[in-house]
């Protein structure tokens, strides 16, 4: 139920039943779940901007994987994976790198294709923040295509979205908005509204890459009410930014200022 909370905003609740849960598992020296919990914790530390504090979950479960002995190896895969995300977004680049490459090395030893295609997602996503982007989107595009032949279209679909953000650098506009509208559609359909926001998001800036302001103001305000339904008041702050943005190429120079100053008070609260 942990990461179901959490999705339906409530992440404190989510944190809270993690730790109860978590100390159980400790108490009974069950590892493996113990480490799952962890895991799961640090993801919504990852989504909630707290990388530090997913990185800290993630060092428990690692623990709790050594205490397995050789049958935790293979989970340890996926365990520097997550730890390569919260790197790459402290933009600890080379730290991030050399999580995925070991994930890569542990898991090329088990033979966990589709974990090795989540490494290579990680690492494309390092290198396109970076500024890699060709670099990135090899990597993006051989993660993408292997999770798609294994019948996984929501991982396939993650790896689109990152592709967008490279294609957008790139100046691949009508790329981008291209895959952005059909990646809404497949994100809607599997109830994924974070992702859903930020897809929305990336296609209102292919639109005012464009020149078409009035369409991109549209998306943006979609993006926003996605995150706002998330509760994740800094997504919705960045997504505010990037409207104040539109707005004053649009020459509303009043209103963008406005809406400027509120995301400002937001970000500098948290």
């Known amino acids: 139920s942990i990461w179901a909370t959490a999705n339906l905003g409530d992440y404190s609740a989510a944190v809270k039943d993690g730790e109860w849960a978590g100390s159980v598992f400790a108490e009974a020296v069950e590892w493996r779940y113990l480490a799952t919990v962890e895991n799961n914790l640090a993801a919504i530390h990852n989504r909630s901007w707290e990388y530090e504090k997913a990185l800290e979950r993630l060092e428990v479960a690692h623990r709790a994987y050594l205490k397995m002995g050789d049958a935790g190896e293979p989970f340890l895969a996926n ?19 050399q999580a995925s490459q070991t994930a890569l090395e542990i898991a ?24 890699e982007y ?55 359909e599997m109830g994924m509204r974070l992702e859903a926001a930020e897809t929305a998001r990336n296609q209102a800036v292919a639109l005012a890459g464009l020149g078409q302001y009035a369409d991109a103001i549209h998306a943006l305000h979609e993006a926003r009410e996605l995150f706002e ?22 020459g509303q120079a009043g209103l963008s200022l406005e809406i400027a100053r509120n995301s400002l ?6």
């Open 229 to 250: 339904t998330a509760v994740l008041p800094h997504m919705v702050a960045r997504t505010d930014l990037e409207l104040a943005a539109l707005h004053l190429r649009n």
């Open 108 to 131: 090329t030893r088990h033979a966990q294709t589709l974990v090795i295609a989540r490494a290579r997602h990680n690492m494309g996503m390092t290198y396109f923040l970076m500024g």
């Open 79 to 97: 365990n520097y994976i997550n730890r390569a995300l919260a790197l790459c977004y402290l933009a600890r680049f080379a730290a991030s790198l």
């Open 134 to 188: 060709n670099r990135a989107l090899d990597l993006l595009l051989e993660a993408r295509q292997t999770h798609a032949q294994a019948g996984q279209p929501n991982e396939a679909a993650l790896c689109d979205l990152t592709i967008t953000d490279c294609l957008l650098q790139l100046g691949r506009r009508h790329d981008a908005l291209e895959k952005c509208r059909s990646l809404r559609l497949v994100f809607k």
């Open 265 to 270: 008070a937001v970000l500098t609260g948290l």
